[in-house]
Nanobody
Framework: QVQLVDSGGGLVQAGGSLRLSCSAS????????MAWFRQGSGKEREFVAG????????YYADSLKGRFTISRDNAKSTVYLQMTSLEPEDTAVYYC????????????????????WGQGTQVTVSS
């Protein structure tokens, strides 16, 4: 089992920044891909960004490139999502997730490929 705890959400004005954190524990050696997803009210869960513990590349939803940055600290088993120039449309619950067992060339964008999820952290951007 892998446990994920995500945190760092909150209320911010448009144009502001937030940094989300996702701390992994348990059988983290069995995981490779970490990703952030988000789900707005009445919307489907969508891929935001991802990376691999063992790689150097990062991956983003096309619409978010340049505003969001995913990074990791392997020693702390923690993944971060730095969000800048936030817009009201970024309002959502943000979840971190990890795969199990399978090594992907790049993080899947389908949430069904992820086995473990954090509890979610609410990000609200006011206009």
């Amino acid at each position: 089992q892998v446990q994920l705890v995500d945190s760092g959400g909150g209320l911010v004005q448009a144009g502001g920044s937030l940094r989300l954190s996702c701390s992994a524990s348990g059988r983290t050696f069995a995981t490779d891909t970490m990703a952030w997803f988000r789900q707005g009210s009445g919307k489907e869960r969508e891929f935001v960004a991802g990376l691999r513990w063992s790689g150097f590349s990062t991956y983003y939803a096309d619409s978010l490139k340049g505003r969001f940055t995913i990074s990791r600290d392997n020693a702390k088993s923690t993944v971060y999502l730095q969000m800048t120039s936030l817009e009201p449309e970024d309002t959502a619950v943000y979840y971190c997730a990890t795969t199990r067992g399978i090594i992907y060339a790049s993080p899947p964008r389908d949430p069904n490929q992820y086995a473990y999820w954090g509890q979610g952290t609410q990000v609200t951007v006011s206009s």
